[in-house]
């Protein structure tokens, strides 16, 4: 069985930095086609896709976030961290970690389980 | 960047009868189609992906069709536990992973 679950800071400044992890069990981030995925959503808003790093450490980031935005991952703790700099009260609401889908050995970018998401809050 | 276009934003439909959720591509994205619901206070889950394959456990009644840049989510029997919001996403050219504005399904 699958589990992501988000962890950080309900609160921080604006001009600070953001700090989420993502910590998961029921599988590897060293198996071939896995990947795990950040998407947020503002109060009442979509959903936005951040970031999303894989198994060999191949990245993508949202092309309008990618300068203050960095995700890692530590196999040994199975969690994956995203870092979002100069934080603003824009980037305001529910911040979600997500499993990439995999099935019959082929990986699509779609997201087949989320952890249950962390509510951050930018105000001073 | 694609453009996900959901319609309509709001859809009023009863018990019983059938829902049909539209999604519009600003350019193809293939099949590479996935489908979420999402319900007041939860994280989204996976219904379709593939543009027609039902993720694991999702019930019948839920189907998605089409390809390219037009696709649809249809319910075919609404029970009450399927008002919610729904969003379609591609993932056939990115970054960036593209979510559509949503559909709210609502109780008529």
């Known amino acids: 069985q699958i589990t992501l679950k988000e962890s950080g800071p309900r609160l921080v400044k604006p001009t600070q930095t953001l700090t989420l992890t993502c910590t998961f069990s029921g599988f590897s981030l060293t198996t071939s086609g896995v990947g795990v995925g950040w998407i947020r959503q503002p109060p009442g808003k979509a959903l936005e896709w951040l970031a999303l790093i894989y198994w060999d450490d191949d990245k993508g980031y949202r092309p309008s976030l990618k300068s203050r935005l960095t995700i890692t991952k530590d196999t040994s703790k199975n969690q994956v961290v995203l870092t979002m700099t100069n934080m603003d009260p824009v980037d305001t609401g529910t911040y979600y970690c997500?499993?990439?889908?995999?099935?019959?050995?082929?990986?699509?970018?779609?997201?087949?389980?989320w952890g249950q998401g962390t509510m951050v809050t930018v105000s001073s | 960047d694609i453009v996900m276009t959901q319609s309509p934003a709001t859809l009023s439909v009863s018990p019983g009868e059938r829902a049909t959720l539209s999604c519009r591509a600003s350019?193809?994205?293939?099949?590479?189609l996935a489908w979420y619901q999402q319900k007041p206070g939860q994280a989204p889950s996976l219904l379709i992906y593939g543009a027609s394959t039902r993720a694991t456990g999702i019930p019948a009644r839920f189907s998605g069709s089409g390809s390219g840049t037009e696709f649809t989510l249809t319910i075919s029997s609404l029970q009450s536990e399927d008002f919610a919001v729904y969003y379609c996403?591609?993932?056939?050219?990115?970054?960036?992973?593209?979510f559509g504005q949503g559909t709210n399904l609502e109780i008529k």
């Open positions: 350019q193809s994205v293939s099949s590479n």
């Open positions: 996403q591609q993932y056939n050219n990115w970054p960036p992973v593209a």
């Open positions: 997500a499993h990439r889908i995999v099935v019959a050995g082929i990986a699509l970018d779609a997201f087949d389980t």
